[in-house]
């Protein structure tokens, strides 16, 4: 009997490898022979499920946009609003192997996209698609007062602060510590607890 290809894990499989390669060697490094190199395929094979570089890249974006999605609603929003807005930043930082290399990838895509504008078009809606959720949930949480320019400030803290844990890991501390005080000025009169270190 012929054996079944599940043609969406085959993508996923191809996407998470280009993920990879992009976090251990960069955006350029990225052809369709590295990828299937990457993923013990030929090119051919590879080309089944993307035809260009360009299809890969748009996918692997998406792909990275989901997985950041699928962590950020795992967090319990029922914790008081300021722990459970810092548990939600930290599912977005480089605090292991993995997360690492979805900023490191996060981060070629951002610049590529300045260029391609189908790139940025899957950016600026996984960005939406993060703010809306965020405004939402600030709003039934009780912070219905610029619950979306909260959102907007939390959406570029977290991206400051992942750009500057890719670049200087050795000051994770000190930038959780930044994180802990930029929350106390976002969300006022919440109560500070004493957080673990990831």
């Known amino acids: 009997m012929p054996k079944t290809v599940d043609r969406e894990e085959q993508r996923r499989q191809i996407g998470a ?17 590295t990828v299937a190199a990457a993923t013990a395929r030929s090119p051919g094979a590879v080309q089944k499920y993307f035809r260009t570089k360009d299809e ?19 967090v319990n929003t029922a914790l008081p609003l300021r722990q459970a807005l810092r548990d939600l930043i930290l599912t977005t930082l480089p605090m292991d192997a993995e997360r690492r290399a979805e900023a490191t990838a996060q981060l070629a ?18 960005d939406q698609d993060i703010r809306q959720a ?10 219905e007062t610029h619950a979306a ?11 400051g602060l992942a750009l500057r844990m890719l670049y200087t890991p050795q000051e994770r501390e000190h930038l959780l510590t930044v994180l802990d005080q930029a929350l106390d ?14």
């Open 149 to 159: 320019a909260v959102a907007d400030a939390v959406i570029a803290l977290s991206d």
């Open 185 to 198: 000025t976002l969300i006022p009169g919440h109560e500070t607890t004493q957080h673990l270190r990831e």
């Open 17 to 33: 490898a280009l993920l990879q390669l992009v976090a251990e060697r960069g955006l350029d490094e990225v052809s369709v022979r």
């Open 109 to 126: 895509f951002a610049v590529h996209a300045a260029h391609h504008p189908r790139l940025a078009a899957i950016r600026r809606q996984v």
């Open 56 to 74: 890969m890249l748009t996918f692997a974006a998406e792909l990275a946009g989901e997985r950041i999605e699928r962590r950020m609603a795992e």
């Open 134 to 143: 965020l405004a939402t949930w600030l709003e039934s949480a009780g912070h």
